[in-house]
């Protein structure tokens, strides 16, 4: 289970989100006049004369750190396919006309989510497959500022260019990523920050595997923007003080705990608590 950040912190993220698109905004006119060959000159005043620094522009193979989600803050927003609402920031999947819906709320880099998933993921499908329910998906990034990194928005972005190939696509790749096998221990590196290797894992996926055009998108942070839209969203929910969260409909499922409700751990558990709820 991983805590969000307080209300005042995640003020302060929203804050600090738009001080950083304006600033973007700002250092775009400066770009536009001074990108060369991929590389960003800065002209820097010093005494005497004038100095150049020369910095690469970042977002390459490797996942491009923290300079390429500064630049994402005043990107162009690309929604993916299979999305709709407000900026492409709601993603239903399962048939359409399911009577109930279960939410889930989690973090790319969340070890809960994963122990969530692992256990009772495939639950899941098969009972959106079934008809039981639909699902509405909700992802944050939160864990980036309490770990340090940027593997929770590089994945979320990566999930966008599944989506956009479709909806199994999408959910296979989650399920990819929360496997016991590819995801990266919470105190371990920022796996998720690197492009290849969210690759890697897509070619898990038949859909993804060998897909240029979704490889394309990830190494280009087609997604990046959508991503930091989709964890703007994540943090509006204001009763969801930790991830995994699960609701069917309006209850949320689980034990309580000092941080909220513990999502059920077993399958059996997860249907119990779910017939209860779609019961009323």
């Known amino acids: 289970m991983s805590n969000r950040n307080s209300q005042a912190n995640k003020q302060a993220a929203r804050e600090r ?27 820097l005043a010093v005494a005497g004369g004038i100095g150049v620094a020369v910095a690469n522009s970042g977002g390459g193979d490797s996942g491009g750190g923290s300079a ?32 109930h819906t279960l939410s889930l709320f989690e973090d790319a880099r969340c070890p809960g989510c994963a122990g ?31 770990l340090q990194g940027t593997g929770s928005k590089n994945a979320l972005s990566a999930m966008g260019a599944a989506l956009n190939v479709s909806p199994d696509a999408f959910l296979k790749f989650k399920e990819a990523l929360f496997s016991k096998e590819y ?8 796996k998720f920050a690197d492009n290849n290797y969210l690759i890697k894992v897509a070619d898990t996926v038949p859909a993804l ?17 959508w991503a930091m839209e989709m964890s703007e969203a994540f943090n509006g929910f204001k009763d969801v003080k930790s991830t995994p969260t699960v609701k069917m409909d309006d209850t949320v499922l689980g034990t309580d705990s000092a941080n909220g409700k ?6 059996d558990a997860f249907n119990a608590e779910v017939d209860k709820a779609m019961k009323g």
């Open 262 to 267: 513990v999502a059920p751990s077993t399958p």
């Open 116 to 146: 969530f998933e692992q256990k009772v993921g495939e639950t899941i499908q098969k009972d959106l497959k079934a008809g039981k329910y639909k699902a509405s998906i909700h992802l944050g990034t939160f864990l980036d500022n309490n």
């Open 17 to 43: 989100l738009r001080v950083e698109r304006e600033r973007q905004k700002k250092k775009e006119k400066v770009r536009r006049q001074l990108t060369v060959g991929g590389s960003i000159v800065a002209v």
């Open 68 to 99: 390429k989600w500064a630049d994402a803050a005043s990107a162009k927003l690309v929604q993916p396919a299979n999305t709709s609402g407000k900026n492409g920031t709601e993603i239903i999947v399962g048939k359409k006309d399911a009577k």
């Open 209 to 225: 595997k060998g897909n240029a055009k979704f490889q394309d998108a990830v190494k280009a942070g087609t997604y990046n923007r």
């Open 183 to 190: 995801h990266p221990e919470e105190t371990g590196p920022d």
